[in-house]
Nanobody, 123 residues
Framework: VQLQASGGGLVQAGGSLRLSCVAS????????MGWFRQAPGKEREFVAA????????FYADSVKGRFTISRDNAKNTGYLQMDGLTPDDTAIYYC?????????????????WGQGTEVTVSS
């Protein structure tokens, strides 16, 4: 499956962005999906994940209550709604897909990755 992430940009602290991840090539509904981010000089870290059916969601503690992951399998698209952004959220955000059952927070569990979309939050 090929993944294309978009929706990043420059936003002020406290603002919102919605990232999208469009899948092609194989049935998106067969894959669990995750969002990760990587800030300059740091390792890639887990942000959120959603099961293939959309029935289960998982979040990093740092974004819980501010970010919402969702998906629309009919549109082959996943989303990450980001509210209450802070400068610490500045990073390149990647969507990823896997048929693995978890742990969804592990980079190693994901087979397919999008190219990343950059999010910059100014103070």
């Amino acid at each position: 499956v090929q993944l294309q992430a978009s929706g990043g940009g420059l936003v002020q602290a406290g603002g919102s962005l919605r990232l999208s991840c469009v899948a092609s090539g194989r049935a998106f509904r067969n894959y669990n999906m995750g969002w990760f981010r990587q800030a300059p000089g740091k390792e890639r870290e887990f942000v959120a994940a959603i099961r293939r059916s959309g029935a289960g969601t998982f979040y990093a503690d740092s974004v819980k209550g501010r970010f919402t992951i969702s998906r629309d399998n009919a549109k082959n698209t996943g989303y990450l709604q980001m509210d209450g952004l802070t400068p610490d959220d500045t990073a390149i955000y990647y969507c990823a897909a896997t048929t693995s059952v978890g742990p969804f927070s592990s980079v190693d569990q994901y087979y397919y990755w999008g190219q990343g979309t950059e999010v910059t939050v100014s103070s």
